[in-house]
């Protein structure tokens, strides 16, 4: 069974940054994406953003791109939410997912809001002025 386990979040202020890590174990997919949901208090779950695992390439939502970039430590079986330049929009619970369904999965969410293999449990990020 796949386990997520999410760390790094915690309170930063606009302007700063934050690194959040995924740890995965019980992985016996092949090939996966796995990535970053997150959501607001009063809103819907977005995609922030993935990888993946066939060759490495990424995707981060238009709302981040710039500000966010996503990793993998291979050795640690990790993937990594780099965070920077926070805003208070960014303030949210966020949560580690991995997929076989691949990156359509974070692009299209939510109008195709299915194919979530394992979930994390979430980690909060608050982000003030």
């Known amino acids: 069974q796949v386990q997520l386990v999410e760390s790094g979040g915690g309170l930063a202020q606009v302007g700063g940054s934050l690194r959040l890590s995924c740890a995965a174990s019980?992985?016996?997919?092949?090939?996966?994406?796995i990535g970053w949901f997150r959501q607001a208090p009063g809103k819907e779950r977005e995609g922030v953003g993935c990888?993946?695992?066939?060759?490495?390439?990424?995707y981060v939502a238009n709302s981040v791109k710039g500000r966010f970039t996503v990793s993998r430590d291979n050795a640690e079986n990790t993937v990594i939410l780099q965070m920077n330049n926070l805003q208070s929009e960014d303030t949210a619970e966020y949560y580690c997912?991995?997929?076989?369904?691949?990156?359509?999965?974070?692009?299209?969410?939510?109008?195709?809001?299915?194919?979530?293999?394992?979930w994390g449990k979430g980690i909060l990020v608050t982000v003030s002025s």
């Open positions: 990888l993946s695992s066939h060759d490495n390439s990424t």
């Open positions: 997912a991995i997929s076989r369904r691949g990156m359509k999965l974070w692009i299209l969410w939510p109008v195709e809001a299915y194919g979530v293999d394992s």
């Open positions: 019980g992985v016996t997919f092949t090939y996966y994406t």
